[in-house]
């Protein structure tokens, strides 16, 4: 079921079945999913929020530009700089 979920929708859904766990939610689905008890503990608070929630996103989830610099192979630069 998790699969078929984008990143957001898979945290608000375990985080959702966390709280129909009840005490212990969190943890017990953080072991079943593999998902971080911060990440859960997170939506926990996104869900009880007065906030609306976010519209489900097709495509792209996270925002553009994340992440580190491109790694560039050395024969790559090699080539480059002739």
Known sequence: MLGTLNEYQ???F????ALDQGRGGVSRLSELTGMSRTTITKAVV??????????AARGQIREAGGGGRRWKSPTRIARTAR
């Not at 375990?14 to 079945?17: E, F, L, M, S």
């Not at 996104?46 to 519209?55: H, M, Q, V």
């Open 46 to 55: 996104e869900l009880n929020g007065r906030k609306k929630l976010a519209g």
């Open 10 to 12: 898979a945290r608000l």
């Open 14 to 17: 375990v985080a959702d079945k």
